[in-house]
């Protein structure tokens, strides 16, 4: 059976906290996290992963970038909600 990877979903709290959201589950012996994000929070969960990666773990790597969109009903019609999953690996890609 497939493990499953941790996730963190960016909102509205600052970085820091998604910051150690992220090296929690690396610290507790996660190989791969994900971090995903919508809408305005995208260019939050970039710098989340770059904060990650450049400043407390030098050994992670960007393992797949995923973008989208997703349609949503309002009573204007349908829009479309970028997102992003950011997976990043611990290790090298695995």
Known sequence: MRE???VVIIGKKEPKRYVLACLTFFHNGAKEVEVRARGRAISKAVDVVL???NVFMHDVVIKDIIIGSEYLATKNGLRAISNIKIILSR???S
């Open 4 to 6: 499953e990877r941790p």
């Open 91 to 93: 290790g090298g890609v």
């Open 51 to 53: 904060i990650v990666k």
